[in-house]
Structures are given as C-alpha cells and as structure tokens.
C-alpha cells in the first residue's frame, strides 16, 4: 500500500481501532513494516486527528498489556503441534 502518508494513517488507525488488532496485523494487511505502522500512528496521527489517536492509543496499550499471554499461547500451540 503505497498511499498518501496521512490517508494511510488515518486508515491504518480506523483499522487497528475496528478489529482490535496488533501493530503487526495492521502491517501485515496493509503491506508495510510494523515501523511504517507504528510511526503512522503514534506521530502523524496525533497531530492530525487527536480523537482518533486516542482510540488507537487505548487499543494498543490493551494489546501490550496483553502480549505475554498471546506470546505464551503461541508457544503452547507450536509445542502441542510438534506431539
């Protein structure tokens, strides 16, 4: 997705915001480094649209918190698999 960095900010956020999703799973469907994400949100976003950054801000602090779980769940799965 190579877009108007802003549009792409815009969309990356109501993305991240509608699924609950990660930085990765916005990466991974848009097609740009979770890097391009992150500043994306956390930069351009924030002077742009405040509200929206709010939201996008909220979900990822969630997604953070969380982290350790999912990267345990992982590890379970991938063990369970190899059996």
Same mark, same amino acid.
């Given at each position: 997705m190579k877009a108007i960095p802003e549009e792409r900010a815009v969309e990356l956020a109501?993305?991240?915001?509608?699924?609950?999703g990660t930085v990765r799973s916005a990466a991974r469907?848009?097609? *740009?480094?979770?890097?391009? *994400?992150? $500043?994306? *949100?956390?930069?351009? #976003?924030? #002077? $742009?649209?405040?509200?929206l950054y709010s939201e996008v801000r909220e979900v990822l602090a969630i997604n953070k918190a969380e982290r350790h779980l999912r990267g345990g769940l992982a590890t379970k799965e991938k063990y369970r698999s190899l059996l």
């Open positions: 109501e993305y991240i915001v509608e699924t609950q469907r848009f097609g *740009v480094s979770k890097s391009t *994400v992150h $500043m994306d *949100v956390a930069r351009r #976003l924030r #002077l $742009m649209n405040p509200g």
